[in-house]
């Protein structure tokens, strides 16, 4: 093979390798509604594994950008885009299938069923033995559904009807029931709202070991910012339905826009 070796020629230096895209990527993304401009232009990247916190005062915009994201709403403008694909047009459930999961405000339990049954009929939902739905509500719900709910702290209730737990462990469950469909980008819409102050801790330390052990990548809108600052990689701050700051919590909390954005509204 030939080599130039030129004196004074240097070759030119290789293009750098693109990295790969990352798991959520939004573009101008708008919502308005009558004159309303409720969710104004943003442009949001997070990576494969990030934490990023969605915070802002009360009617910021959050549930609405989360509706956007998710597919609940179509945007006015603007795209989302799913680890290099673009979702902007795809239902919800085509952006589960693509790896997007969601917890809502409100529990979505099955609470006359068990734990386990809840965890079993999730991995079924998944691994697409819903034939054989019915015959799975059975007390252990598998290998998997015992992965998952160990991984949320719950295995030791596998027995006992999820309308009879704690709203927290509610909360655990509803993770677990995400876990189970293996999902890629983990949407959590304020997953301690209602959830007693003893047990924001536990849900604080589950949430934590789900990030970390599950390496998913997780966006999640929460108003308890104690919780937030040791748990988030970056925080991303609404304000009046635009992006204010997307940085880490301590710059995002030292910011004086977004101490006058909260400030402002009374929160
Ligand atoms: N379907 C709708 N039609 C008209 N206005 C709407 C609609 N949905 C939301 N809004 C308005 O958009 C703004 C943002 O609401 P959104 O619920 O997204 O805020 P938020 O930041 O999630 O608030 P909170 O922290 O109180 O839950 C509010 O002024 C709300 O009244």
């Not at 795809?90 to 409100?106: C, H, I, K, N, V």
């Not at 697409?128 to 160990?150: H, M, Q």
């Not at 934590?208 to 308890?224: A, I, P, W, Y």
């Amino acid at each position: 093979m030939h080599t130039d070796t030129t004196p004074g020629i240097t070759p030119a230096p290789a293009a750098p390798e693109p990295g790969p895209p990352p798991v959520l990527a939004l573009a101008g993304l708008s919502w308005f509604v009558g004159g309303a401009v409720i969710v104004d232009a943003i442009d949001m990247a997070v990576a494969e594994g990030e934490f990023v916190a969605l915070i802002g005062p009360n009617g910021a915009g959050k549930t609405s950008l989360f509706n956007l994201v998710s597919g609940l709403t179509r945007p006015t403008a603007g795209t989302v885009s799913l680890a290099g694909t673009d979702v902007t047009r795809f239902a919800p459930y085509r952006r589960a299938r693509l790896g997007m999961g969601r917890t809502f405000q409100t529990s979505s339990v099955f609470a006359d069923l068990t734990v386990g049954a809840n965890a079993g009929l999730a991995v079924q939902a998944r691994t697409g033995e819903s034939r054989r739905f019915w015959r799975l509500a059975a007390p252990d719900g598998g290998a998997e559904a015992t992965r998952v709910l160990d991984l949320v702290r719950l295995s030791h209730r596998a027995d006992v009807l999820a309308g009879d737990l704690s709203h927290g462990d509610k909360r655990k469950l509803e993770l677990a029931l995400l876990l189970a469909r293996g999902p890629r980008l983990i949407l959590l819409d304020e997953p301690m709202a209602g959830v007693s102050a003893g047990e924001v801790g536990e849900l604080t330390t589950v949430i934590q070991d789900v990030h970390r052990e599950q390496g998913c990548t997780v966006l999640m809108v929460e108003h308890h910012m104690e919780v937030l600052l040791d748990m988030a990689d970056r925080l991303a701050v609404m304000h009046h339905g635009a992006l204010l700051a997307l940085t880490d919590p301590e710059s995002a909390m030292a910011d004086p826009d977004v101490q006058a954005a909260y400030l402002g509204d009374g929160a």
